[in-house]
């Protein structure tokens, strides 16, 4: 029972964080990162990198992981995506696509396509809670990726990068009335969510092996948990993100694991049938128009 | 007199215009000629890409159909790429069908599973609608693994017996069934960009709510669009499966199929007829040239090719030649005025005089 709760908790936060910077993404910019996977990848591929080459503790290259996306998806933003801004969705969302496969495939290039495991002193390591072992790994996963959601709330509601934030997703030309600057904005934002996946793939390869194409799976959960919280709402992402952890645990528990992988797409469906804006979103988000 | 002028310009406009589509149509028929000639002058080589082409006009056009003219971006199409593969699979493996029924099922089932699960996927619109079908298409392929009675071997795979003839290889045959179902899919979206159905799908990518204002039945309209863009995924679907002969749901519900036909309607242009035409025969040899010179630089090099455009080429190749035309039409009133100024000085028009044109 204790096993089944850390890893709900974990692959929870872990989604949780995933899906929390998509839906920021899309609920300021109206963009459909398809990349945000390639970035979890490029996370963990860091991570690995720096644990293999200098034997560090995998966990003190989360900051590295998350630093290295900032910057790379503010520069993405700020001198490339930004030329599609006032572009019909669609090409925005194929540009998203195109740089998915360009990062996919680079990592190819660099780390060649096979399946690697980040040397790490917490795997193998258990410790008892009353009668059941919990794996040190999994629960170091676990609360880093919760401190990681609290860290971006106090972001979100504390600061005025938050504040900023949040009425640029309001209204962007209100915002600027206010004074805010609107495209450092949109970069700030994109790089915010960049450094979540980063750091979410720094966490991941500490506990599972690390591929190239590792983001599209991940790209499909984060679509699944953002739909379900409402596409744009930061918090319904975290909880979307234990629900579906909650449903894949049990699914592979209760029919199988290969049950495991359907939960998510058809939960996505579903929620888009029965309630298209989510737990949490707002009506209007349903309404965009193409 | 300035009657006169108006009757003559028309007159020369239309000589124009009926020019132009002689020259249309005997373009059509050489390119038509040369099409089914592919097979026997080029080497098979050459004739496996082109048939990938047509597979992916076939599919670039049918999702035009819903995407372009509907204004309903079903990037998950695929879902029926791969319903009308395992269809042909079950069929061709199991029964004595003759392979045109089997096809023909293929289209049907295709069409009939959209109307089930499309119906309430067309309650959602944009952003959540593309999300939708993915997960559709997702959904479909996990799910297959979960049915083992679909398949002949392990994990989802079907081997599908082949369909050469004495006459023609597979490689042909695969190549001709793609060129029929694509004159069969361009013959939809021509009718679709002309007919009153047409219109009113144009009319809900304009403005759903007005179009239905206007007596535009809004749901029968998009949904019998989705089930004809279904019905040819499925039945390329259906020759791919036979023609590659060994199918699986990881190679049948495709994301990256999905991204190309995208890639090619939007580098085309969407809701036009030749713009999935053009964006096929241009990404298909750009692919193969950049494929055959870097073959491990190969999906990187089309990621940025994929990036460039959507950034250089906003409304696609059928955009630039809108866009030129828009311009000339703007100065249309200039050059009227001009022209007037001009046949005023020779002392042909009366003065104040002005023009029906």
């Given at each position: 029972?204790?096993?089944?709760?850390?890893?709900?908790?974990?692959?929870?936060?872990?989604?949780g964080?995933?899906?929390?910077?998509?839906s920021?993404?899309?609920?300021?910019?109206?963009i459909?990162?398809?990349?945000?996977?390639?970035?979890?990848?490029?996370?963990a591929y860091?991570?690995?990198s720096?644990?293999?080459?200098?034997?560090?503790?995998?966990?003190?290259?989360?900051?590295?992981?998350?630093?290295?996306?900032?910057?790379?998806a503010?520069?993405?933003?700020?001198y490339?995506?930004h030329?599609?801004?006032?572009?019909?969705?669609?090409?925005?969302?194929?540009?998203t696509?195109g740089?998915?496969?360009?990062?996919?495939?680079?990592?190819?290039?660099?780390?060649?396509?096979?399946y690697?495991?980040?040397?790490?002193?917490?795997?193998?390591?258990?410790?008892?809670?009353?009668?059941?072992?919990?794996?040190?790994?999994?629960?170091?996963?676990?609360?880093s990726?919760?401190?990681?959601?609290?860290?971006?709330?106090?972001?979100?509601?504390?600061?005025?990068?938050?504040?900023?934030?949040?009425?640029?997703?309001?209204?962007?030309?209100?915002?600027?009335?206010?004074?805010?600057d609107?495209?450092?904005?949109?970069?700030m934002?994109?790089a915010i969510?960049?450094?979540?996946?980063g750091?979410a793939?720094?966490?991941?390869?500490?506990?599972?092996?690390v591929?190239?194409?590792?983001?599209?799976?991940?790209?499909?959960?984060?679509?699944?948990?953002?739909?379900?919280?409402?596409?744009?709402?930061?918090?319904?992402?975290?909880?979307?993100?234990?629900?579906?952890?909650?449903?894949?645990?049990?699914?592979?528990?209760?029919?199988?694991?290969?049950?495991?992988?359907?939960?998510?797409?058809?939960?996505?469906?579903?929620?888009?049938?029965?309630?298209?804006?989510?737990?949490?979103?707002?009506?209007?988000?349903?309404?965009?128009?193409? | 007199?300035?009657?006169?002028?108006?009757?003559?310009?028309k007159?020369?406009?239309?000589?124009?215009?009926?020019?132009?589509?002689?020259?249309?149509?005997?373009?059509?028929?050489?390119?038509?000629?040369?099409?089914?000639?592919?097979?026997?002058?080029?080497?098979?080589?050459?004739?496996?890409?082109?048939?990938?082409?047509?597979?992916?006009?076939?599919?670039?056009?049918?999702w035009?159909?819903?995407t372009?003219?509907?204004?309903?971006?079903?990037?998950g199409?695929?879902?029926?790429?791969?319903?009308?593969?395992?269809?042909?699979?079950?069929?061709?493996?199991?029964?004595?069908?003759?392979?045109?029924?089997?096809?023909?099922?293929a289209?049907?089932?295709?069409?009939?599973?959209?109307a089930?699960?499309?119906?309430?996927?067309?309650?959602?619109?944009?952003?959540?609608?593309?999300?939708?079908?993915?997960?559709?298409?997702?959904a479909?392929?996990?799910?297959?693994?979960?049915?083992?009675?679909?398949?002949?071997?392990a994990?989802?795979?079907?081997?599908?017996?082949?369909?050469?003839?004495?006459?023609?290889?597979?490689?042909?045959?695969?190549?001709?069934?793609?060129?029929?179902?694509?004159?069969?899919?361009?013959?939809?979206?021509?009718?679709?960009?002309?007919?009153?159905?047409?219109?009113?799908?144009?009319?809900?990518?304009?403005?759903?709510?007005?179009?239905s204002?206007?007596?535009?039945?809004?749901?029968?309209y998009k949904?019998?669009?989705?089930?004809?863009?279904?019905?040819?995924?499925?039945?390329?679907?259906?020759?791919?499966a036979?023609?590659i002969g060994?199918?699986?749901p990881?190679?049948?519900y495709?994301?990256a199929?999905?991204?190309?036909?995208?890639?090619?309607?939007?580098?085309?242009?969407?809701?036009?007829?030749?713009?999935?035409?053009?964006?096929?025969?241009?990404?298909?040899?750009?692919?193969?040239?950049?494929?055959?010179?870097?073959?491990?630089?190969?999906?990187?090099?089309?990621?940025?090719?994929?990036?460039?455009?959507?950034?250089?080429l906003?409304?696609?190749?059928?955009?630039?030649?809108?866009?030129?035309?828009?311009?000339?039409?703007?100065?249309?009133?200039?050059?009227?005025?001009?022209?007037?100024?001009?046949?005023?000085?020779?002392?042909?028009?009366s003065?104040?005089?002005?023009?029906?044109?």
């Amino acid at each position: 029972m204790t096993q089944f709760l850390i890893n709900v908790l974990m692959l929870g936060g872990i989604y949780g964080i995933v899906a929390a910077g998509f839906s920021l993404v899309y609920g300021v910019m109206n963009i459909l990162n398809v990349a945000h996977g390639a970035f979890v990848m490029f996370g963990a591929y860091v991570t690995f990198s720096i644990v293999s080459e200098f034997g560090l503790d995998p966990l003190l290259t989360l900051p590295i992981a998350a630093g290295a996306l900032f910057l790379f998806a503010f520069l993405v933003q700020r001198y490339v995506l930004h030329i599609l801004s006032g572009a019909s969705i669609f090409m925005v969302f194929i540009f998203t696509f195109g740089l998915d496969m360009a990062l996919q495939n680079s990592a190819v290039l660099i780390w060649s396509p096979i399946y690697r495991s980040v040397p790490s002193p917490y795997r193998g390591n258990v410790f008892a809670i009353g009668e059941n072992y919990v794996p040190v790994g999994s629960l170091i996963v676990f609360v880093s990726a919760w401190l990681l959601a609290g860290l971006l709330f106090y972001l979100l509601k504390r600061t005025r990068l938050g504040l900023a934030i949040q009425a640029t997703a309001l209204d962007s030309e209100s915002a600027k009335l206010a004074g805010v600057d609107v495209r450092f904005i949109y970069a700030m934002t994109f790089a915010i969510a960049a450094a979540l996946a980063g750091a979410a793939g720094s966490l991941l390869a500490i506990v599972v092996p690390v591929y190239p194409f590792m983001g599209t799976l991940l790209i499909g959960k984060a679509f699944a948990t953002a739909v379900l919280g409402g596409l744009g709402s930061v918090p319904g992402a975290l909880i979307a993100g234990l629900l579906l952890a909650l449903g894949e645990v049990s699914a592979s528990m209760l029919l199988g694991a290969q049950f495991a992988q359907v939960v998510a797409y058809v939960l996505l469906v579903v929620v888009l049938v029965v309630r298209p804006r989510g737990l949490f979103g707002r009506e209007y988000f349903a309404e965009v128009h193409v | 007199m300035d009657r006169e002028h108006g009757v003559l310009k028309k007159e020369g406009f239309v000589a124009n215009a009926v020019r132009g589509r002689q020259v249309g149509i005997l373009f059509v028929a050489v390119l038509l000629v040369m099409l089914i000639a592919v097979p026997w002058i080029l080497s098979s080589y050459w004739s496996r890409v082109l048939t990938t082409v047509l597979m992916m006009a076939i599919l670039a056009q049918a999702w035009n159909l819903i995407t372009g003219f509907v204004g309903y971006p079903a990037f998950g199409n695929v879902a029926f790429f791969g319903v009308g593969a395992y269809t042909v699979g079950v069929i061709s493996t199991r029964s004595e069908l003759p392979y045109v029924l089997s096809l023909l099922a293929a289209g049907v089932i295709s069409a009939l599973v959209c109307a089930v699960v499309g119906s309430p996927l067309m309650r959602v619109r944009g952003h959540y609608f593309a999300i939708g079908t993915i997960g559709l298409a997702a959904a479909f392929r996990e799910g297959t693994y979960l049915i083992p009675q679909l398949t002949t071997s392990a994990s989802g795979t079907i081997v599908l017996p082949s369909f050469a003839t004495g006459f023609l290889s597979i490689q042909a045959t695969a190549y001709y069934w793609m060129l029929g179902t694509l004159l069969f899919v361009i013959a939809a979206a021509v009718f679709v960009d002309k007919s009153r159905f047409g219109y009113g799908l144009k009319a809900i990518r304009a403005d759903e709510t007005v179009a239905s204002t206007f007596g535009v039945p809004t749901f029968r309209y998009k949904l019998t669009a989705w089930m004809v863009s279904a019905a040819f995924s499925g039945i390329a679907g259906g020759i791919w499966a036979t023609w590659i002969g060994v199918i699986d749901p990881a190679n049948s519900y495709n994301l990256a199929l999905a991204v190309s036909y995208s890639v090619i309607a939007l580098v085309g242009g969407l809701g036009t007829v030749l713009g999935p035409l053009i964006g096929a025969a241009l990404i298909g040899v750009v692919g193969e040239v950049v494929w055959s010179q870097y073959s491990t630089l190969h999906l990187l090099v089309m990621g940025v090719i994929i990036m460039i455009t959507s950034i250089a080429l906003p409304d696609g190749v059928m955009g630039l030649w809108s866009r030129r035309q828009e311009k000339e039409r703007a100065l249309l009133p200039v050059k009227y005025r001009e022209k007037t100024r001009e046949l005023e000085g020779q002392g042909a028009m009366s003065p104040g005089g002005d023009v029906d044109a």
